[in-house]
T-cell receptor, first 115, second 109 residues
């Protein structure tokens, strides 16, 4: 078990470009979450999947953001027409099935810088 | 989402116990109390969680007040590696954790 894996670890992009991040959860974890974290703040929830179904989306997730988990395994988060305010750490977490209120396992994040 | 309040920062000496407080006066009967910590340049890491009874694991202990309106995370012997931001979070059957700014713990050698 290698933990939650996120790729890339760092991304620098020009304003207006599209970016896509990938998250590979721990094997057999059916729940997957995306969070965003800006400097000095705690992580902010973006969206949640149970298997391939996207069950919850934060109002922070504007129409420029889209997340998918097509086969209930890995997930992608795409940001279209990036803005400087999108610069942040994007964190993915997963948790196993079966137990309510179990712990979530976080990846190391993808740091996005929009210039 | 129920909110928690924590001190912005705390200091501890190495090898001494640390008590990190958290107030959650609006907690509901089904809210679990979770603690996560985040080391520099890392994602958050699970520490401990509980509902009503005190909990112990290899990392820490969680003491929950009888009225559940506050809790305390106890690190029995702080090490330099425990320097991190500690988040106290309430969760009700879901994993949509609402993180606050947390408590930044500094451990002095």
């Amino acid at each position: 078990d290698t933990g939650v894996s996120q790729d890339p670890r760092h991304k620098i992009t020009k304003r207006g470009q599209n970016v896509t991040f990938r998250c590979d959860p721990i094997s057999e974890h059916n729940r997957l979450y995306w969070y965003r974290q800006t400097l000095g703040q705690g992580p902010e929830f973006l969206t949640y999947f149970q298997n391939e179904a996207q069950l919850e989306k934060s109002r922070l997730l504007s129409d420029r953001f889209s997340a998918e988990r097509p086969k209930g395994s890995f997930s992608t988060l795409e940001i279209q027409r990036t803005e400087q305010g999108d610069s942040a750490m994007y964190l993915c977490a997963s948790s196993p099935p079966g137990r309510i209120n179990t712990e979530a396992f976080f990846g190391q994040g993808t740091r996005l810088t929009v210039v | 989402d129920a909110k928690t309040t924590q001190p912005n920062s705390m200091e501890s000496n190495e090898e001494e116990p640390v008590h990190l407080p958290c107030n959650h006066s609006t907690i509901s009967g089904t809210d679990y109390i979770h603690w996560y910590r985040q080391l520099p340049s890392q994602g958050p890491e699970y520490v401990i969680h509980g509902l009503t009874s005190n909990v112990n694991n290899r990392m820490a202990s969680l003491a929950i007040a009888e009225d559940r309106k506050s809790s305390t995370l106890i690190l029995h012997r702080a090490t330099l590696r425990d320097a991190a931001v500690y988040y106290c979070i309430l969760s009700n059957y879901g994993q949509n954790f609402v993180f606050g700014p947390g408590t930044r713990l500094s451990v002095l050698p």
